[in-house]
Nanobody, 125 residues
Framework: VQLVESGGGLVQPGGSLRLSCAASGFTFSSYFMGWFRQAPGKEREFVAAVKWTDTDTYYQDSVKGRFTISRDNAKNTVSLQMNSLKPEDTAVYYC???????????????????WGQGTQVTVSS
């Protein structure tokens, strides 16, 4: 099983980045996919998640309207389009997959079976 994130980098406040996560080694379309982030000195937190299709997406309140999660089941990829970035979005961003389907599981990092290695996003002028 592999989840490989890409697309991180340094961007100025107000800028945009698109993160991608390539999945392999499991039946991607059967899993919910999520993005989490961890800033220095802070706990890892939920950012966004998508169920089996893009019709069911969920976001942390602080990123609603700025971030968009999407998945391509044909290509086994999940993406996170991040617009209007703020310095407080600076963190390592992780892609994750879960087949634990219970109330609240999407938002709980302990429910996720597989994790990527993370990609750094730095928002700074």
């Amino acid at each position: 099983v592999q989840l490989v994130e890409s697309g991180g980098g340094l961007v100025q406040p107000g800028g945009s980045l698109r993160l991608s996560c390539a999945a392999s080694g499991f039946t991607f379309s059967s899993y919910f996919m999520g993005w989490f982030r961890q800033a220095p000195g802070k706990e890892r937190e939920f950012v966004a998640a998508v169920k089996w299709t893009d019709t069911d997406t969920y976001y942390q309140d602080s990123v609603k309207g700025r971030f968009t999660i999407s998945r391509d089941n044909a290509k086994n990829t999940v993406s996170l389009q991040m617009n209007s970035l703020k310095p407080e979005d600076t963190a390592v961003y992780y892609c994750a997959a879960t087949r634990r389907f219970y109330s609240g599981s999407l938002f709980n990092m302990k429910a996720y079976n597989y994790w990527g290695q993370g990609t750094q996003v730095t928002v700074s002028s």
